[in-house]
């Protein structure tokens, strides 16, 4: 292993991973590590494997070579149940990745019974008002509440079984700007509060900057360059691609 793949105390590390879709390579290699309580942000255009790494983090993806260690233990492609009181995932649709013909109280409890968890109606409702949700959602369903709403639901979701890692796959891309801020500041809440570690996908800069202290930066299937978010804010990259993404990122982002 490299040296950063080392950390005696790391809570995720990943060495040489490799993904392949039939005879295409997606994932080529990659290792980094990331440390108890830290957001890890990893940042690519489509396509680049950022996505595909985290479905092999959390079990969706078992064809993978390599090595990774999650919470002091090696994993294999097919994880048991406990796993998922550990690592839980949020992905990009709030809307697709909630049950649509399940209210909300379900769709909270469920992860719950499956653990064995006591004390099910206060968990639901501590989990509501932890994400700023009104008590009125609980008996609602999905296609009842707004696009932020529906996102804070998974989040609560994700939170609910008290897993020490998450995985955010474009946590905000679905949302609208005005909603984005919001979901970005109680997710650095609840990081802090809950002493999670997290890793972030997303295409957007600002996002990763926003939540992360080191990036990884992903292009065809490789990462080829890991940096702070201040060298990255400030420009210090060493990359080419690194460059680019940055440049785009502050073109975007001038007035008209």
Same mark, same amino acid.
Request: hydrophobic share 55%; glycine share 2%.
């Given at each position: 292993m490299n040296a950063l793949t080392e950390k005696s105390n790391a809570k995720i590390i990943l060495d040489n991973l490799r993904i392949s879709f039939g005879d295409t390579e997606v994932v080529k290699g990659v290792s980094f590590a990331v440390a108890p309580g830290e957001c890890f942000g990893i940042v690519g255009e489509s396509g680049s494997g950022k996505s595909t790494i985290l479905r092999a983090l959390v079990g969706l993806n078992q064809a993978w070579s390599g090595s990774m260690i999650i919470g002091g233990e090696a994993q294999l492609p097919v994880r048991q149940k406990r796993f998922y009181r550990?690592?839980?995932m949020v992905f990009q649709d709030p809307y697709g990745s909630l049950h649509p013909r399940q209210t909300i109280d379900?769709?909270?409890s469920e992860p719950l019974i499956v653990h064995g968890f006591l004390n099910i109606e206060k968990r639901i409702k501590d989990a509501l008002s932890e994400v700023g949700l009104p008590q009125a959602v609980?008996?609602?369903?999905p296609h009842q509440l707004s696009g932020g709403q529906r996102q804070r639901v998974a989040i609560a979701r994700a939170l609910i079984s008290e897993p020490e890692i998450l995985l955010l796959d474009e946590p905000t891309s679905a949302l609208?700007?005005? #909603?984005q801020a919001e979901i970005l500041n109680l997710l650095t809440d609840l990081r802090e509060r809950r002493k999670l570690t997290y890793i972030l996908v997303s295409h957007?800069?600002? #996002?990763?900057?926003?939540?992360?202290?080191?990036?990884? #930066?992903?292009?065809g299937g490789e990462m080829v360059e890991l940096l702070s978010a201040d060298d990255l804010r400030s420009g210090? #990259?060493?990359?080419?691609h690194t460059?680019?993404?940055r440049s785009l990122s502050l073109s975007l982002e001038e007035p008209d």
């Open positions: 550990r690592v839980q379900r769709i909270l609980r008996f609602r369903f609208d700007v005005s #909603v957007n800069l600002a #996002v990763v900057t926003h939540l992360c202290t080191r990036i990884g #930066v992903m292009i210090h #990259v060493v990359h080419p460059a680019e993404l």
